[in-house]
């Protein structure tokens, strides 16, 4: 997976390392003022995340944050994805699309390091459908843990992870 960072409005300025900033300019358009990105991505070393400011109508400013891993193929055993370094994200989520029929098992985790992990929430995404999964407690890092819910069935799911910082 590449580590390309992208801005709203603007062309991609080479590849960047996900802890690099923007460094690319935009114009609020409603507001007609430009504004430079410069907050660092936070994400565990080699991790792509595609981030861009954002500014809402009433002024408040903050960063969308987002990354995905598709056509992950699932089977009966745990197995990790997306982790993350949540610890300067304000809210943040997971998207699971079940791109199959049969029903897959996930559950967000959370630690205070990148090696051990608490369970958080939990539940079943049934086939074509989508599941948001947000973690009710707080600790640094996240990720979710998935697994297909049958013994000898090979779902294909998506997850997505979308957060936001505070401006």
Request: net charge positive; hydrophobic share 30%.
């Amino acid at each position: 997976m590449g580590t390309r960072s992208k801005c709203a409005g603007t062309k991609p300025k080479g590849k960047r390392s996900a802890s690099s900033s923007c460094s690319c300019k935009l114009v609020c358009k409603p507001h007609k003022e430009k504004q430079k990105c410069s907050k660092p991505f936070l994400a565990p070393k080699g991790t792509a995340l595609n981030c861009r400011p954002i500014r809402s109508a009433c002024g408040k400013s903050g960063r969308y944050c987002g990354q995905s891993e598709r056509s992950i193929q699932v089977t009966d055993v745990w197995k990790p994805h997306m982790l993350m370094d949540v610890s300067r994200f304000s809210v943040y989520s997971y998207g699971i699309v079940n791109r199959g029929s049969d029903p897959v098992v996930v559950k967000a985790q959370i630690g205070p390091n990148a090696n051990d992990f608490a369970d958080d929430s939990e539940g079943v995404v049934k086939g074509g459908e989508t599941l948001a999964l947000v973690p009710s407690r707080f600790l640094r890092f996240a990720r979710i843990q998935v697994r297909a819910q049958a013994p000898g069935t090979e779902p294909v799911i998506d997850v997505y992870f979308q957060a936001q910082t505070a401006g």
